[in-house]
């Protein structure tokens, strides 16, 4: 997958242009950036990331990483998430990566950590349930 391949299958999602979320690849690696944009401040007078907005992002990683593994296929569609809120999301870049750890023929099993200063150091954390979409 190229750059701009990554970009254009964000640039293919409506939530995350409203979140302002932007693909990366590093070598193999592909995650999302959610950039510090002030309508995704849910407190401003601590200030801090709104919850949704995290969850959204999270959500939006997720199926990117689904859509990148079938890109012949439309969207996967969320059957049951859990999201972890484990810090304080502070008015910086936030990132995130997925994993897929199960992929059947009808259902998917996603993790999804996103982080600001240490990818060691979890703001949130996803599991998910995903509902594949079956080739016509």
């Keep these: 997958m190229t750059q ?3 970009e254009d299958l964000i640039a293919s999602i ?3 242009k409203t979140l302002g979320i932007e693909a990366r690849l590093m070598g193999e690696d592909f995650f999302l950036v959610l950039p510090y944009l002030r309508s995704n401040i849910g ?3 601590l200030p801090a990331l ?3 907005a995290v969850g959204g992002f999270m959500e939006v990683c997720a199926m990117a ?3 990148r593994h079938n890109p012949d296929l439309p969207f996967s569609k969320p059957i049951g998430i859990n999201i972890d809120y484990l810090r ?3 008015p910086v870049e936030t990132f995130a990566r997925a994993e897929i750890i199960k992929e059947g023929r009808r259902v998917a099993n ?3 950590r996103a982080w600001q200063e240490s990818v060691d ?3 949130a954390a996803l599991s998910g349930h995903f509902l594949l979409p079956t080739p016509t």
Excluded: D, M
């Design 4 to 6: 701009r391949l990554a």
């Design 14 to 16: 409506p939530y995350a």
């Design 43 to 45: 407190n401003p007078s």
């Design 50 to 52: 709104h919850g949704g």
């Design 65 to 67: 990483e689904l859509r």
């Design 88 to 90: 304080r999301g502070k």
């Design 110 to 112: 996603v993790r999804v």
């Design 121 to 123: 150091k979890p703001i």
